[in-house]
């Protein structure tokens, strides 16, 4: 099937090609603004997807406190190596 | 092991960035406003549904002068439940347990209702520093007690919910470190400690929401009486 010719920095990133991959993220906004406003649209998009269902399920939430849970894990992972039984598995 | 106890509850930063920060920010990304149509969804429903009544029970005994704290109360309701629930979560941080987040909570609401009480009717604030009745030899003393309780509330606020919190992660952390030591040599100690420590995780759980409504409740008392 043949697409219409799209500018690549407007391609969605799954559609990127990887040669074109240096391309796409010069393109991209990098301003506070262009950074804003993509964090929006990450957040708009999970949102409408998982909990502004008519019948959404714990799994919306569930899946955002399992991202909550590993962040928090690599965040303390300094901390927490000193809790090694052994220091050499 | 022993030194180990208490470093669940140092501020945990990573490359320089104070992570209390993030983890301060956690709960307003857990509850969606509502959406402009007619119907919002489940989530939206239930976070409504529960403030709705919240709101309804705490701003009852308060008169009408009161009910513009009602904001201010339910969001700190939410905020103290979301921090401490999602505390329990494993290795998250729990912002409650620091003693300068409560104390920062509690002194600043606190001076409110007692400055608001002074301004709008300060001899009846005056009037609570003497309980009615009491007879006449007793009133220095107990005007002297009387301001001592007033003033130690604030401390009494933000020290109450530190102490809970942190003293339920400690045993959390003490009895599983037992339980997990024990596993292999002696089992069935090991499972009793187990045992346990599913109690302890439910009681965790109902005094995270319950120090947080705590909270929020004597803060409505101090107002209904100064209000």
Sequence with gaps: MADR??????????????GELGTWMGGRDFTPNGLLSSVRRGYERYYNKYINVKKGGIGGLAMLL??????????EYNHIKHDRWRKYH | MTMNLFNQFLS???????????????????????????????????????????????????NTKGHSWALLLATLMVFL????????????????????????FAVPLWLATV?????????????????????TPLVPILIIIESISLLIRPLALGV?????????????QLVSSAAFSLLLSQTTAASLAVGLLLLLTILEVAVAMI?????????????????
Excluded at chain 2, 115 to 135: D, K, V, Y
Excluded at chain 2, 160 to 172: D, K, V
Excluded at chain 2, 211 to 227: H, K, P
Aim: net charge positive.
């Design chain 2, 81 to 104: 439940i979301t921090l401490n629930t999602l505390g329990l979560l494993p290795y998250t941080f729990t912002p409650t347990t620091q003693l300068s987040l409560n104390m920062a």
């Design chain 1, 5 to 18: 010719p799209v500018p690549v920095v407007e391609k969605r990133l799954m559609d990127v090609k990887l």
């Design chain 1, 66 to 75: 399992a991202g909550y849970i590993t962040l928090s894990y690599v965040w």
């Design chain 2, 12 to 62: 945990p930063t990573f490359l320089g960035l104070p992570l209390i920060a993030i983890a301060l920010m956690a709960p307003c990304l857990l509850y969606p406003s509502p959406a402009p149509g007619w119907q919002s969804n489940r989530w939206t429903t239930l976070q409504n549904w529960f403030i709705g009544s919240f709101i309804k029970q705490t701003l009852s005994p308060i």
């Design chain 2, 115 to 135: 400055i608001m009480g002074f301004r709008n009717s300060p001899t009846h604030a005056l009037g609570h520093l003497l309980p009615e009745g009491t007879p």
């Design chain 2, 160 to 172: 109450r919910l530190t102490a809970n919190l942190t003293a339920g992660h400690l045993l959390i």
């Design chain 2, 211 to 227: 120090q947080a409504y705590v909270f929020v409740l004597l803060l409505s008392l101090y107002l209904q009486e100064n209000v």
